[in-house]
């Protein structure tokens, strides 16, 4: 027996969200890369699982069932990783459709700001890269501007246009921190932070945030992610500690084109830390 420890992705993107591949070539691009336990974390969508999960058992891979769920908190968004997950449990499906029913509107919303500032045609452009029509994201308009040359990369245009202050930022109310663990929680799972190195909150909200998150019956948070530079790994392993959350690791691949870390490429989590998956394995 191997005492090697297991290759674990537990964040990734396909095209039934804001991901370049489709669930089963997301799958097979993690079999390649050598991950062992794998799970497909759409934005607000479980309708990838079904294909992810027969991919997952053709390939032999050890499949998590997951979602990434859009909140606001104190007017910030955060995005709260469900893991281990029971995808056909009602209220969370029910939740998932609520949590998504704003989008296309927010997109034609953003095509107006840019329209103003003379870019114009943005919905249909971004539709264009839109696998999922009940889940048009940020993510689409960056695509749909580098392809038309307004910025050289995706990053670039979040930047200049799809962030607070910019042309193309809409505000959006996702669902509450409550609901989202509440709905993670009632399908059987584990309810994780998701890089909690990006929010731009204070010392003092974080902490509110973290004290929240576990009242509810939060349990984990995201340590090692394509999210989080090296020195990020080493506070929130401390961090995790202090609050007694388990860590997690995954990439957040989003495509082969804008991999910040490919699937199963990164570091392993600190053994200091009890891993989210010994819940379930
Ligand atoms: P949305 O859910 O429509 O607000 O889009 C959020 C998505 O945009 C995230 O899940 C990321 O994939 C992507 N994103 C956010 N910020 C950036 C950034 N600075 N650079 C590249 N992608 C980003
Ligand atoms: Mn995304
Ligand atoms: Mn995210
Ligand atoms: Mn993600």
Redesign the pocket.
Known sequence: MSTELPNVDLHC?STI??GVLAPADVAARAKANGVDVWALTD??EIRGIAQARSAALDLGLDYVTGV?I?ITWAGK?I?IVGLNIDETNENLVRGLAETRSG?ER??HDIAAGLAKIGIPDAFQGALTYVGNPDL???????RYLVEIGVCE???E???RY??EDKPGYVP?RWATLAEAVKWIQGAGGEAVVAHPG?YDLSPIAFDAFFTEFKSYGGSAIEVVTGSHTVDQYEEYTKIASRYGFLGSRGS?F?GPD?AVVDLGQLPPLSSTLTPVWSKWM
């Open positions: 993107h969200s804001d934005h607000d990434e859009s968004t995005h989008r927010r997109a048009i994201s940020r993510s689409h308009f960056a990369n995706v990053n245009v979040f930047k799809l962030v959006h990006r957040d989003h804008d």
